[in-house]
């Protein structure tokens, strides 16, 4: 990452930070606010907390101090990056109550779309990022996910999808831990053992990171969604079989998904 690409990272990790602390919104139903930011806890199969910002659906927490503002979206159309900070919609009706759905919010001439579910079995929570193309033309797109570990100076890699501890972009996950064993491990999976598109862009420095897939086409009058997934575990193994089990896509990482949205997956296809 160039010097200019890492300050604009920081500066838009700076806005969205603000957007989503400062905006002190009314939660719509049916949310009951735990605090003026925070949309409520979904807690994983481990118990684990994935509190997801009102305006932006960033996770402003975990459980032990893990993520201290993590998984914010920012989108590139037509040249120009903007950050995502729509306002959370409600749940999503075939959830069951386990995933969140923020509201559109216009990006040129895309219209994006994020939803959250949290499995109440796995440890995992899982993103989908859903772009639609409002236009009669294919539309170029950079998707960015970033943010914060929560883990300070004591992350360390455990493990990433090719065996070893270094973070390259022909990896599929990354599982990071604290070396003074106060957070949970905390893990990202943004693609699958099959033909999707994988990301062109990471980077971690000690606590924060970055992914991002770029030079996506959308086409003319269509969707495309990305998807990734964010493990949140206190037990090490947990953390590394669950991101192996999600490479091959199993059927409960599809819940509450519909046959469309699954469809419309670019980054996630199996053989």
Request: aromatic content about 12%; hydrophobic content about 35%; glycine content about 8%.
């Amino acid at each position: 990452m160039t010097h200019n690409s890492f300050l604009r990272f920081w500066i838009i990790s700076a806005f969205l930070f603000l957007s989503v602390t400062a905006s002190g919104q009314t939660l719509p139903p049916p949310f009951d606010a735990v605090d003026g930011n925070q949309s409520g806890d979904l807690k994983n199969g481990e118990g684990m907390n994935y509190d997801a910002g009102v305006r932006g659906g960033a996770l402003e927490d975990g459980s032990s101090d893990a993520y201290d503002g993590c998984d914010f979206l920012a989108v590139r159309a037509n040249g120009i990056f903007r950050p995502y900070i729509a306002l959370i919609e409600g749940y999503d009706a075939d959830s069951n109550g386990s995933e969140y759905v923020w509201a559109e919010q216009t990006m040129g001439p895309l219209v994006v779309r994020r939803k959250l579910f949290v499995s109440p079995e796995k440890a995992y929570g899982r993103w989908l990022e859903i772009l639609t193309n409002t236009t009669n033309q294919p539309v170029l797109a950079d998707i960015a996910i970033f943010g914060n570990l929560g883990s300070d100076d004591h992350t360390y890699f455990v493990a990433t999808s090719d065996g070893d501890t270094e973070l390259e972009t022909s990896d599929l996950y990354v599982i990071t831990g604290d070396n003074d064993g106060s957070d949970p491990f905390v893990g990202h999976v943004w693609n699958s053992n099959g033909p999707g598109d994988n990301i062109d862009e990471v980077y971690q420095r000690s606590e924060d990171y970055r992914y991002a897939w770029t030079g996506v086409v959308v086409p003319a009058n269509s969707t495309v969604t990305y998807i990734h997934f964010a493990i949140q575990t206190r037990n090490r193994d947990t953390a590394v079989a669950t991101a192996n089990e999600l490479l091959s896509f199993p059927a409960h990482a599809k819940e509450a998904m519909s046959a469309q949205e699954i469809s419309q997956l670019a980054n996630f296809r199996l053989q």
